[in-house]
Antibody
Framework: EVQLVESGGALVQPGGSLRLSCAAS????????MNWVRQAPGKGLEWLSY????????YYADSVKGRFTVSRDNAKNSLYLHMNNLRVEDTAFYYC???????????WGQGTLVTVSS | SYVLTQPPSVSVAPGQTARIPCGGN??????VHWYQQKPGQAPVLVVF???DRPSGIPERFSGSNSGNTATLIIGRAEAGDEADYFC???????????FGGGTKLFVL
């Protein structure tokens, strides 16, 4: 059974930093492209970042470019999102997703909540 | 940047067919994917590549895509289909993923 489990969400002050993790199981992690998507409470989905299976290719949404960094450790079946200079508007549930060959997001984690507030 | 436009809500009577549109400039030339999200849950892929279904998704879910509008089609709508639905494309010009704003489906 495919599982994606996010962790690391917390309450953090504006300007602070946080690292989210996503533990993958049930599939060959090193073969899959991965993404981070977030959803502010009561709002829609916002794509944040893509990382290729090898980690060589990375893309970011304009809203987080320069502040967030995506990485992966295929030996540990893990995906990460390093978030710096957090803003109140970064408050959201953060999901990791696996990407199929046709660029659809076939599996999603349950999400982890990041709250940015003073 | 590429924009996908969805109506905030769509209503359908039980047993009837629901159609949820997703508008975008030349979207007919792109592969469109659809996700269902129920309250408190993560999104679930229900249609990919315009009209294909992942395993486990009922045949009632299908899609079409032409011109400037993609459509998620839910046949024989049930109360359990009430959810938010999001369309998704990959914008090859900007290397960005784009989501529509989401449509809440009411079955009543």
């Amino acid at each position: 059974e495919v599982q994606l489990v996010e962790s690391g969400g917390a309450l953090v002050q504006p300007g602070g930093s946080l690292r989210l993790s996503c533990a993958a199981s049930g599939f060959t992690f090193s073969d899959r492209e991965m993404n981070w998507v977030r959803q502010a409470p009561g709002k829609g989905l916002e794509w944040l970042s893509y990382i290729s299976d090898s980690g060589d290719t990375i893309y970011y949404a304009d809203s987080v470019k320069g502040r967030f960094t995506v990485s992966r450790d295929n030996a540990k079946n893990s995906l990460y999102l390093h978030m710096n200079n957090l803003r109140v508007e970064d408050t959201a549930f953060y999901y990791c997703t696996s990407e199929e060959a046709g660029d659809e997001f076939d599996f999603w984690g349950q999400g982890t909540l990041v709250t940015v507030s003073s | 940047s590429y924009v996908l436009t969805q109506p905030p809500s769509v209503s359908v009577a039980p047993g009837q067919t629901a159609r949820i549109p997703c508008g975008g400039n030349g979207i007919g030339r792109k592969g469109v994917h659809w996700y269902q999200q129920k309250p408190g849950q993560a999104p679930v892929l229900v249609v990919f590549d315009n009209s294909d279904r992942p395993s486990g998704i009922p045949e009632r879910f299908s899609g079409s895509n032409s011109g400037n509008t993609a459509t998620l089609i839910i046949g024989r709508a049930e109360a359990g289909d009430e959810a938010d639905y999001f369309c998704h494309v990959w914008d090859v010009d900007t290397y960005h993923v784009v989501f529509g704003g989401g449509t809440k489906l009411f079955v009543l």
